[in-house]
């Protein structure tokens, strides 16, 4: 990982008897998209309340590029973005104005201000209903002005917290292509969600959150890796009997067994991606191949084996 | 003070986009006014002057010299006119509301009031002229005759400019109130959450959202100021000394619309209060009746409101041409009120933005 720009160290907040957040840590580096995942109450939302310096820890740290995260450090908090799960906007207002007001507080003004309302405006493709009240808008497209003043005053940081939730097929697929957009500008993001598909596209490393503390934090394959989960190359085709599949596979990197089945055959393997063509080139050359899946073990069920809980339950 | 403005200026934005803001704060007192002063304008005799009849009933030297004292009287206002009235005519012309009531004199110096329920505030007026003219009769002299000191503050007085500033006075509470339920609704709907996220001070969207609220309560006491002046009439003292005292009716109400508002939990509940406390304190402080028709416990009570200070203030200035130094009273509690409620306030509303 290149240097961290965001460090969590040991963040702990309680309401009354209920500890929201329990000594929680990890690190975000510059460029990463650093995904939080766990299910609804897990701790997610307090946590980024405290990242964006909303609210005050009872113990731990948050420091941005070594500067503490505190609701007193104006000028981190200046650097941060912060997408929140709700919409939060003037719903009386039209967007370009709730981009207006945010960008003032944030200290934008001027044609600077102008210049750089357009450029989000593009970006989250709302450049055409930039006038219309954000009442007027479907949900999907509040949740796009919602993202846009997030990221308006370019922070070194952008907090997106569940930003997919409730928005049909087609805003949710705008709004993750906009992210993958950032996140390939080079900027930070943290992305907390409880839909594992979308953390499986976005996020470089992840962080499973439960009960308000980590219980893993790494890449998707190292996570899964940890846990023993395989992948699973299936082919189907037709194959001659009385070839020994296994022996012609012997030599490939990884493989852990073959097993026959009525349409095919089926390889574990410790990672599918590098030996798929090789695979598929030595099982060919013994009948014909009709289809061809790989399974990768996922977040979905890496959550299950660390909790013995459906993520969403 | 840079982000004060900001949040002042987008609040103000949406209070005006969103009419009922302008209803509170313009058209309603006014409207109010307009009623109130037609109201009690009506009651007199006609132009918001109370003729009352002046009976030598008695027919004595005695009720003679009462009779002529009163209608010589040169501290008579324009607001009160006193005239001769034969006894024969004197029902007939209440009745025909040719006159407000009429006072008979007896021979002895007793006095009796004839008047018309339709026609309350003369009557009562009456009934104090009546009243004081015994109180002079008692002590010997015609001195004490308190001609300056008839309801609606005993001066010569601007109805439409007392009720201008009573009803203002009212619905300030409403228009001030919406700072801290502004805040409380920006709660509700995350944008604080999103402001606060910020480098943005609480303390700069606390003072923006008061501020916003105070600029609108501010400039619908001018409009009613203006209007009543220009089309009704209305006087309401040096200008000046109306704008001090007006400015500071904003300061001291918006200090409890502050304290008040940041009792509340909810927006509703912020309103609730506020409707409970605006009108208590307008009531209190005569913003419906006058304090002088009052019992002398609430007339006390009054001068501990900001709504009765404010409006004795004015009434110092339309009707005594009071100057600024002459109110300082007025204005030092005013002021008072202002501070120590919004300190308070500011204290209350905390809360809200609590990290």
Redesign the interface.
């Known amino acids: 990982m290149t240097s961290a720009l965001l460090a969590v160290q040991d963040l702990t907040k309680t309401f009354g008897a209920r500890t929201a957040v329990d000594a929680l840590s990890f690190e975000v580096a510059e460029g990463e998209t650093f995904g939080l995942l766990g299910p609804n109450g897990s701790g997610k939302t307090t946590t980024i309340?405290m990242i964006?310096?909303?609210?005050?820890a009872d113990a731990g740290s948050v420091t941005l590029a070594g500067e503490a995260v505190t609701?007193n450090a104006?000028?981190a908090?200046?650097r941060?973005g912060?997408v929140?799960q709700?919409?939060?906007?003037?719903?009386?207002?039209s967007t370009r104005?709730n981009l207006q007001?945010?960008g003032?507080?944030?200290?934008l003004s001027g044609d600077a201000l102008n210049k750089r309302i357009d450029e989000v405006l593009e970006i989250v493709a709302l450049a055409d209903r930039a006038d219309d009240r954000v009442s007027d808008y479907s949900g999907g497209m509040k949740r796009r002005a919602n993202i846009a003043?997030g990221m308006l005053?370019e922070p070194a940081l952008l907090i997106l917290d569940e930003p997919t939730v409730g928005v049909d097929p087609q805003s949710r697929n705008q709004i993750l292509d906009a992210v993958e957009a950032l996140g390939s500008t080079g900027l930070s993001v943290i992305y907390t969600t409880h839909y594992m598909e979308e953390a499986e596209r976005l996020c470089d490393r992840v962080g499973i959150l439960d009960q308000g503390t980590t219980l893993a934090v790494g890449t998707q394959r190292e996570l899964v890796t940890r846990v023993g989960e395989q992948d699973r190359i299936v082919v189907n085709g037709t194959f001659t009997e009385e070839t020994d599949l296994e022996a012609t596979l012997t030599g490939v990197v990884g493989i852990h067994g073959v097993d026959r089945t009525a349409a095919g055959v089926e390889v574990a393997v410790s990672d599918a991606r590098s030996v798929l063509v090789d695979v598929l080139g030595r099982i060919g050359q013994h009948g014909s191949i009709t289809n061809v899946d790989v399974t990768e073990p996922n977040l979905e069920a890496l959550f299950l084996h660390l909790t013995g809980r459906a993520l969403r339950d | 003070m840079g982000?004060v403005l900001?949040?002042a200026t987008?609040e103000l934005?949406?209070r005006i986009?969103?009419r009922s803001a302008l209803i509170t704060a313009i058209v309603a007192p006014l409207a109010l006014a307009v009623v109130f002063g037609n109201l009690i304008g009506g009651a007199a005799s006609g132009g918001g002057t109370f003729d009352i009849g002046i009976v030598d009933a008695g027919g004595t030297e005695m009720s003679g010299e009462i009779a002529a004292a009163v209608l010589a009287d040169d501290r008579g206002s324009e607001a009160v006119r006193f005239s001769s009235v034969a006894e024969s005519d004197a029902e007939q012309l209440v009745e025909d509301a040719e006159l407000g009531a009429a006072i008979l004199v007896g021979g002895e110096g007793e006095m009796s009031v004839i008047s018309s329920e339709e026609r309350a505030i003369s009557s009562q007026i009456a009934e104090a002229v009546a009243h004081s003219i015994a109180g002079s009769v008692q002590s010997g002299g015609q001195e004490s005759i308190p001609l300056g000191s008839l309801p609606l503050g005993g001066r010569e007085l601007s109805v439409m400019a007392y009720f201008g500033a009573s009803m203002s006075g009212l619905l300030l509470f409403f228009t001030m109130g919406a700072g801290p339920r502004s805040m409380m609704e920006d709660r509700d709907?995350?944008?604080l959450?999103?402001?606060?996220?910020?480098?943005?001070?609480p303390g700069a969207i606390l003072a923006g959202k008061v501020l916003a609220a105070a600029a609108l309560g501010a400039f619908g006491f001018v409009v009613v100021w203006l209007v009543t002046t220009v089309m009704f009439e209305a006087e309401w003292g040096d200008p000046l000394g109306v704008f001090v005292v007006l400015i500071l009716t904003v300061f001291a109400i918006g200090g409890i619309s502050l304290f008040v508002g940041g009792l509340a939990r909810t927006p509703q509940q912020a309103e609730t209060y506020t409707t409970v406390v605006g009108f208590l304190l307008a009531l209190l402080g005569g913003a419906f009746v006058p304090p002088v028709d009052t019992p002398a416990a609430l007339r006390a009570l009054s001068r501990f409101t900001p709504n009765g200070l404010s409006l004795n203030a004015f009434s110092a200035l339309n009707a005594d041409e009071a100057s600024l130094a002459d109110l300082a009273p007025e204005l030092l509690a005013l002021i008072a009120i202002g501070v120590v409620f919004g300190a308070f306030g500011v204290q209350t509303s905390r809360k809200l933005t609590a990290?």
Do not use: C, W
């Open positions: 309340s964006s310096g909303i609210l005050q609701p104006r000028s908090k200046g941060i912060l929140p709700d919409i939060a906007l003037y719903l009386d207002l104005e007001f945010f003032r507080l944030q200290g003043v005053h | 982000h900001i949040v987008t934005k949406r986009r969103s709907n995350h944008t959450s999103r402001m606060l996220s910020g480098p943005v001070a990290a």
